[in-house]
C-alpha cells in the first residue's frame, strides 16, 4: 500500500513555515521561506510526484492555494476558526508548530476540522465588490447618524430620508435656523460632513448600477431574480458564496452551510433544538432572510405553495421561525434551480 504524506504550511505575511509528515506523523521534511508561490513550490515539489499527498493551508490563504493547484497540487482549506482550536492543544505557539499542526489536522483530524470550498478567482472579485458595497454603506449610515446628532444637539432636527439631492437642503436649512448668518468653525465642519455624505451616497449608487448590471447579465442570477423578492444583491451575493452547486448534494445541505439550520444539543436522555448555528456567510443570511420577508409581503405571492407553506410554519412556530425558514427553502430553491437550469415556477397552492 503507499505511504500517504501530508503537508502544512503556516502563510504569514513575509514568512511560511512548512512540515512535511507521514502515516505515522513522523516529520520527513520542516523549513521555512518568504511567502512566494516559486519559492514553496521549491520546497514542495517533491511532493507533486506523488499520488497520496495533500498540502492543508488556512483558509485565509485563497489565493496560494489556487495557484498551488493550478501547479498540480492536491490542496486543502481549513475553516480558521476551528482549526485555530486544534491548533490550541500545543503547549507553545511557534510558526513551525502551527506547520505541524496543520498537516496532522490533515492526518487526523480531517473529520473534527471543516474543510472550506476554494473558490474561483471570479466569485472571490465578485464578493470583494459586494464587500466594498457593504463597508460604504455601513460608512454612510455612520456619517450621517454623526451629522444628525451634533444637529440634535443644538436643537434641530434633519427629519425624513437622507437622499443626496435633499440632505444638503435641510441641513443647510436647519443651519439657518440655528445659526443665522453666523458662521463658525462647527458649521463648517458640519457642511465638510454632508460634502462626505454625498461622495458617499453618490459612490454606492455607481456601485449599484454596476451591480445590477452584472446581475442582468449573468444568467444565473438573471433565474434567481425571478423568485419574488429576490433582488441583484441577493443574487449576487448567493452567486459569489456558493460558488459551485454540485458540492451539495443533496440540495438542501446548502441550508446548514449558510447558517439556517438550528443547533441540536444532545446528551443522555435529553435533545435539545435550539437558534439557527448562523456558521455560514452573515451577508448571504442576512439578505435570503430579507427576501423571505418581501416574499411574504408581495401581493403576487398570495396563493402559492411556497406562500402557503410559510403561513403553516408561522401558525405553528410564529412569525421569525417562519421566515428563517422561508429563507432557508429560498436558498434550497435557488441551488436546484443552479443545477437544473430550469427557471422559477410559482406552483398554486393545493386546497385541502
Known amino acids: 500500500m503507499t505511504a500517504k504524506t501530508w503537508a502544512g ?12 509528515i507521514n502515516d505515522a506523523g513522523e516529520i520527513l521534511q520542516e523549513a521555512r521561506c518568504p511567502t512566494d508561490l516559486a519559492c514553496i513550490h521549491r520546497e514542495l515539489r517533491g511532493l507533486r510526484r506523488r499520488r497520496h499527498s495533500e498540502v492543508g493551508l488556512e483558509a485565509g490563504a485563497a489565493t496560494l492555494a489556487r495557484g498551488l493547484r493550478t501547479l498540480g497540487y492536491s490542496v486543502t482549506l481549513y475553516e480558521t476558526r476551528q482549526l485555530s482550536k486544534f491548533l490550541r492543544v500545543r503547549r507553545n505557539k511557534t510558526d513551525a508548530g502551527d506547520a505541524i499542526g496543520i498537516a496532522e489536522a490533515g492526518r487526523i483530524g480531517a473529520s473534527l476540522v471543516s474543510k472550506v470550498h476554494l473558490k474561483s478567482l471570479e466569485c472571490q ?18 456619517t450621517v447618524n454623526l451629522l444628525c446628532r451634533q444637529i440634535e ?55 449599484d448600477r454596476e451591480l445590477k448590471r452584472l446581475a442582468t447579465e449573468t444568467e444565473v442570477c438573471r433565474r434567481f431574480m425571478e423568485i419574488p423578492g429576490v433582488g441583484p444583491l441577493a443574487a449576487l451575493t448567493f452567486y459569489a458564496v456558493v460558488g459551485d452547486p454540485d458540492r451539495f448534494t443533496p440540495s438542501t445541505d446548502v441550508g446548514s452551510y449558510l447558517g439556517l439550520t438550528p443547533k441540536l444539543h444532545q446528551s443522555g436522555l435529553s435533545s435539545r433544538s435550539g437558534r439557527i448555528s448562523r456558521m455560514g456567510n452573515v451577508a448571504a443570511r442576512t439578505l435570503l432572510v430579507q427576501a423571505a420577508i418581501t416574499f411574504m409581503r408581495l401581493g403576487r405571492t398570495a396563493g402559492t405553495e411556497l406562500r402557503s407553506w410559510t403561513v403553516s410554519v408561522e401558525e405553528r412556530r410564529g412569525r421569525g421561525r417562519s421566515r428563517i425558514a422561508l429563507a432557508r427553502k429560498l436558498a434550497v430553491i435557488m441551488v436546484s434551480m443552479w443545477k437544473s437550469g430550469e427557471c422559477f415556477v410559482a406552483r398554486p397552492a393545493v386546497e385541502s
Open 9 to 20: 504550511l503556516d502563510v504569514g505575511v513575509e514568512t511560511t513555515s512548512l512540515c512535511v
Open 153 to 207: 444637539s443644538y436643537g434641530g432636527r434633519i427629519a425624513g430620508p437622507t437622499r443626496r439631492l435633499v440632505l444638503r437642503s435641510r441641513v443647510e436649512a436647519e443651519l439657518n435656523r440655528l445659526f443665522g448668518k453666523q458662521e463658525g468653525p462647527v458649521q463648517n465642519e458640519l457642511r465638510k460632513l454632508v460634502a462626505h455624505c454625498e461622495d458617499l451616497i453618490a459612490r454606492q449608487y455607481a456601485i
Open 125 to 142: 472579485l465578485l464578493q470583494s465588490r459586494l464587500t466594498i458595497r457593504r463597508h460604504l454603506v455601513r460608512q454612510r449610515v455612520a
